[in-house]
Nanobody, 116 residues
Framework: QVQLVESGGGLVQPGESLRLSCVAS????????MTWYRQAPGKERELVAQ????????LYADSVKDRFTVSRVNAENTLYLQMRSLKPEDTAMYYC?????????WGQGTQVTVSS
């Protein structure tokens, strides 16, 4: 079955960096676009970054553009999110996501907290 396992979250101070990872299994990772979402307490889940299967098209939420970088290593079935210059408003649970037709798949999430 499809599994997405995120890791790399933690507590950091404003201005610091984190790198999130998402290891995929149960499907042919290289055939599917992947997305990072986040959800802060009391807010709706929002798209952070999306990358196509060949990494030839990438999009970012305006709020993270120029600070976050999404990448993938298809040979390792792994999706990454490099986050720099973190702000308190980046505090959220971060989720890895993919979809296959009408089926959507989510990881369990990894918590990122940015606080001084």
């Amino acid at each position: 079955q499809v599994q997405l396992v995120e890791s790399g979250g933690g507590l950091v101070q404003p201005g610091e960096s984190l790198r999130l990872s998402c290891v995929a299994s149960g499907f042919t990772f290289s055939n599917y676009a992947m997305t990072w979402y986040r959800q802060a307490p009391g807010k709706e889940r929002e798209l952070v970054a999306q990358i196509t299967k060949a990494s030839d098209h990438i999009l970012y939420a305006d709020s993270v553009k120029d600070r976050f970088t999404v990448s993938r290593v298809n040979a390792e079935n792994t999706l990454y999110l490099q986050m720099r210059s973190l702000k308190p408003e980046d505090t959220a649970m971060y989720y890895c996501h993919t979809w296959m037709g009408n089926d959507k798949y989510w990881g369990q999430g990894t918590q990122v907290t940015v606080s001084s």
